[in-house]
């Protein structure tokens, strides 16, 4: 069964920044791609950032330039770097993995909240 552990949440005043992590156990298969995504109230989820097992990372535009996603391939880790956070950056955050058959998991998710 596959299982994250994410951390690094909370509520950070905007211009401020912080640090997502996310570890991913349970699986042998390698990850295509490791990946954040968001889900603001009343809002669809949305693509964060992902990188894929070569290191290409891509990014939403709104987060172009203030976020940075990196992985730590061995450990099935990843975190997400944010930083100038700004309160539409307001949103639950998920961690998911797509492993190279295709299979694609969820975390539970971590609140991220931008006010002062």
């Known amino acids: 069964q596959v299982q994250f552990v994410e951390s690094g949440g909370g509520l950070v005043q905007p211009g401020n920044s912080l640090r997502l992590s996310c570890t991913v156990s349970g699986t042998s298969d390698e990850l295509r791609f490791m990946a954040w995504y968001r889900q603001a109230p009343g809002k669809f989820r949305e693509l964060v950032a992902r990188?894929?097992?070569?290191?290409?990372?891509e990014y939403a535009t709104a987060v172009t330039e203030r976020f940075t996603i990196s992985k730590e391939s061995a450990q099935k880790t990843t975190a997400l770097q944010m930083t100038k956070l700004q309160p539409d950056d307001t949103a639950t955050y998920y961690c998911s993995i797509t492993t190279s058959g295709g299979q694609t998991y969820w975390g539970q998710g971590t609140p991220v909240t931008v006010s002062s």
């Open positions: 990188i894929d097992r070569f290191g290409k990372t």
